[in-house]
Every structure is written in C-alpha cells, then in structure tokens.
T-cell receptor, first 118, second 115 residues
Framework: GAGVSQTPSNKVTEKGKYVELRCDPI?????LYWYRQSLGQGPEFLIY????????DSGLPNDRFFAVRPEGSVSTLKIQRTERGDSAVYLC????????????????FGPGTRLLVL | GENVEQHPSTLSVQEGDSAVIKCTYS??????FPWYKQELGKRPQLIID?????GEKKDQRIAVTLNKTAKHFSLHITETQPEDSAVYFC??????????????FGKGTKLSVIP
C-alpha cells in the first residue's frame, strides 16, 4: 500500500520567506509526527498530532514554526521568516493509534523535504 | 526529558563479520526501543524493535538486546553484507506528559561493510 508521502522533496528559499511543507500520512493512521533532521544527526521531534489536534508541540523551536492538520489526515508544517539555521530535512511520520499500546506503535516515515534557506 | 546516546558514530567491518551498535537511555520509564536504517537521501525505515517486557529479539541476521537495569540496548548484525551499509539510528519512547509519547533518537552510526 501507499506509504507516507511528502511534498516538495526539495525546497530552496531565501532568508525571511515563508514556506509550507506537506505530509500525506498512511491512510487510517490517526497519529502524525513532524521531525527535523540536521546533517549527521538523528531526527528531532517537533510536533505530534492525534487526529486534528496538536497533542504535543513541545518540540517546535520557536513561534515561527506552526503546523496544522485540519481534517485529521494531511498535515502542513509552516515556517515563517525563514532563517539559514532552519535548513534541514523535515521528516513526517505516521502511526496507528492504539490506546493499549502506550505509545509503542511503529512510526512509518516519509521521504522528507530537504529545505535549504539561502 | 529522554536522552539517548549512541556509539560508535562510525563502524567499518569486513563483509561476513558481525557489527554491534550500542545505545543508552536516561528515562527509566521508557519501554519501547526501535531501530531505524537510513540509506543516503532516503527515509528512515524500521528494521527491528523491542519492548521492555523482553530482553532479546531476533529477526534473521538482526538481533536486539535490552538491559533495563543498565538502561542500554544494542543492535547486532551478523554475516554483514554490502547492502547493510547505511546509517543506523536507535530510539527510545518516553512519555512527555499530556497524553503524548515522544521518540528520542540517537545521533546515528554510519556502518560501512567492506566487500
């Protein structure tokens, strides 16, 4: 079946511009996660959605970052006034939500969006 | 919050030899430990995971061990092949509060299998 998809695959923008990154989770997956991966590092948690609501946005670095998931499926990560330090690969992951699993559901990752801020 | 340390950062082995990657974690409440393989420019892919009610899990040439007392877990790859070359990440799940669980990743190990 179709996996997690992300668009665009690459995005080049200028400092100060606004960007939107899209994530299409696996159909039926209620949980959706955004991560940021810098070169040579592991993915770092940004935000978690359970359905339509952001259940945990504690990983967002500052108020320039915002994410939405209005219908509980597709999610958009929005970055305002981009800075060169925002350059990274932004990964999306999705999983089923099992109330009995205690968070131990397998997360499936998308291919990422490589963001370069000039 | 959770802190995951991973060693070594790079590992080179001859084809056919074994490779071992080790991780430690800080949150004693963590109870789920997945391992992901990431090839250059590709998405992280789950290769094996272990839950805290078991000490070892094996899937063909891949095995993971967990020592909850010492708070460390390891990935073992036997009979390595060139296609095993990739970056491997360990991770640990922890409860962040407000009904949310977070995966915290190690910094990765770049494994090179030399033919």
């Amino acid at each position: 079946g179709a996996g997690v998809s992300q668009t665009p695959s690459n995005k080049v923008t200028e400092k100060g511009k606004y960007v939107e990154l899209r994530c299409d989770p696996i159909s039926g997956h209620t949980a959706l996660y955004w991560y940021r991966q810098s070169l040579g590092q592991g993915p770092e948690f940004l935000i978690y959605f359970q359905g339509t609501g952001a259940a945990d946005d504690s990983g967002l670095p500052n108020d320039r970052f915002f994410a939405v998931r209005p219908e509980g499926s597709v999610s958009t990560l929005k970055i305002q006034r981009t800075e060169r330090g925002d350059s990274a690969v932004y990964l999306c992951a999705s999983s089923r939500l099992d109330p009995l699993a205690g968070g131990r559901e397998t997360q499936y990752f998308g291919p990422g969006t490589r963001l370069l801020v000039l | 919050g959770e802190n995951v340390e991973q060693h070594p950062s790079t590992l080179s082995v001859q084809e056919g030899d074994s490779a071992v990657i080790k991780c430690t974690y800080s949150d004693s409440a963590s109870n789920y430990f997945p391992w992901y393989k990431q090839e250059l420019g590709k998405r992280p892919q789950l290769i094996i995971d272990i839950r805290s009610n078991v000490g070892e899990k094996k899937d063909q040439r891949i095995a993971v061990t967990l020592n909850k007392t010492a708070k460390h877990f390891s990935l073992h790859i036997t009979e390595t092949q060139p296609e095993d070359s990739a970056v491997y990440f360990c991770a640990a799940i922890s409860y962040s509060g407000a009904g949310s669980y977070q995966l915290t990743f190690g910094k990765g190990t770049k494994l090179s299998v030399i033919p």
